[in-house]
């Protein structure tokens, strides 16, 4: 195996593919980053360029979702039949073929098109990535390897919106602009096309096939000694003999339906407290206030990722429960101030002429709010999410609440611009407060802390009947 490059061990004691393998999930996250934050600031030149109005730009924004939740649906299909790696590379192709396509500036139904299968890739490679980690990374960096995926979605966020305001204060006309900002998509989709090639297939897809020579292949491309080669194997097998994932019908056993229940809550509330009007249409609303230079641009994805890197830590050092709430009640506070900054506003004829007070309470009110959701709800929610079904169960449970995320960012971003549009620029703030409000009862309620807790004795827990707020308490026996 010496002769094999991918086999060579790196001072850090991994082996170089290791590093393909982080780096190819990397792009991955990033990607779901750099077109979840591609709107944002490109909105301005693709209404000028296709002539839409609002709810015409909150239509193709909007399209991403869909494209997410059929993705995300057939996720699961596309990992057990076709594999983790032909996955990913299908992923980086549609990736690259959409973007690409879409740079050459195409009819709007087109265009629209491309952008549902970027939704779809976002979709396949949200689901596929951290399995595929989960799999085949080596133990012990498993867990940071989870956490990158999170960090490179809302770095990919932070990359775009950069990227983008820097061509679009290069180059004034949409039709320049336009495809060089679809062009630095397409630039990262063709690295994760490439990158994803050169990645091994997964061990445990290979022995779920009954390919166990393959399967020991690739770990010794991974790991180091015999003996860690024999541990997963052993653990694989163990594994493959016990219960095999159940079909979509385990929704309708009691205790899996009331954890899905807290599962698909917690997705619906992450996007009903408004992070997409914030992500997607932060520039504009701040349009809104007379506020049109860098600050009004870069405040949300530079906030939202800077503030995702303590998260990383927090929630092993503080639990779920506690971040979920140091959150929600920032986003509800600052969610009232932004409201009332632009009831103060009211109607402005001039936004140039509107004062210092309502701009500084509403940069400070995003800021804050942008904080509280970074810490929290962004990285917390797809965490409980991953850790609270039962392992015949994961596969569905996850499926359906990815889907449930997409669901509700969809409606956000295809209705929040009109909503303020019909029923003043306050009003979409106070019902995001109010569903923080509800999202805090909830956590209080029903979500159990998982934090220092094995994923087999919350299982225990769920069968046994135990309340669901009281699943990450110790059984007792
Ligand atoms: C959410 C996305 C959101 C992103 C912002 C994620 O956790 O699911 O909808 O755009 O965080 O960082």
């Known amino acids: 195996m010496a002769q094999d490059t991918g086999t060579v061990t790196q001072a850090g004691g991994y082996k ?49 979702a869909t494209g997410g939740i059929v993705g995300a649906l057939l996720s699961g299909i596309f990992a057990r039949f076709l594999g983790r790696k032909k996955s990913l590379v299908l992923a980086g192709f549609i990736f690259t073929a959409a973007s690409g396509y879409s740079a050459l500036l195409p009819p709007l139904a087109i265009l629209s098109a491309c952008r549902f299968a970027l939704g779809f890739a976002v979709g396949i490679a949200s689901f596929i990535v951290p399995l595929y980690l989960s799999e085949t990374a080596p133990a012990k960096i498993r867990g940071s390897m989870g956490t990158l995926f999170q960090l490179m979605i809302t770095i990919g966020i932070f990359l775009i919106a950069l990227s983008n305001v820097f061509i679009a204060r290069t180059f004034t006309t949409p039709a320049t602009s336009l495809p060089l900002m679809f062009l630095t998509v397409t630039l990262f989709a063709a690295l994760m096309f490439a990158g994803a090639f050169m990645l091994p297939e997964s061990p445990r897809w290979l022995m779920l096939k009954g390919r166990k020579e393959r399967a020991i292949a690739v770990l010794r491309k991974t790991l180091n000694t015999q003996q860690e080669i024999d541990t997963e194997i052993g653990e694989i097998e163990e594994a493959l003999h016990g219960p095999k994932g159940a079909g979509v019908g385990i929704v309708f056993r009691g205790y899996f339906f009331r954890v899905l229940v807290v599962g698909v809550l917690l997705q619906m509330f992450q996007q009903l407290v408004g992070i997409n009007m914030m992500i997607y249409y932060s520039p504009t609303i701040f349009g809104y206030a007379g506020m049109t230079g860098l600050v009004a641009m870069m405040t949300v994805p530079t906030v939202n990722m800077l503030f995702t890197f303590p998260a990383i830590r927090l929630v092993e050092k503080w639990g779920r429960k506690k971040l979920l709430y140091v959150g929600a009640v920032s986003m509800l506070i600052t969610m009232l101030a932004a409201g009332l900054a632009f009831q103060s506003i009211g109607v402005a004829s001039d936004p140039a002429a509107i004062g210092g007070l309502p701009k500084a309470v509403l940069l400070v009110s995003v800021i804050v709010y942008i904080f509280g959701f970074a810490v929290s709800w962004g990285p917390v929610v797809w965490l409980v999410c991953s850790e609270v079904f ?40 106070y019902v995001f407060a109010g569903f923080c409000v509800l999202a805090i009862a909830f956590v209080a309620l029903f979500v159990p802390e998982t934090k220092g807790i094995t994923l087999e004795e919350m299982e225990i827990n769920l069968k046994n009947g135990v309340r669901l707020r009281d699943l990450g308490n110790r059984a007792s026996s």
């Open 16 to 64: 170089r593919i290791v590093y393909v393998i982080s780096m190819v999930a990397a792009l991955g996250g990033l990607l779901f980053g750099l077109d979840q934050g591609f709107i944002a600031n490109s909105l301005a030149a693709l209404t000028e360029h296709y002539k839409f109005g609002v709810q015409g730009g909150e239509s193709y924004s909007a399209i991403l």
């Open 390 to 429: 039962p392992l015949e169960g994961r596969e569905v449970g996850m499926t359906i609440t990815t889907m449930v995320n997409w669901t509700f960012a969809g409606l956000v971003m295809a209705n929040a611009l009109s909503f303020m549009g019909v029923h003043g620029n306050a009003s979409i703030f």
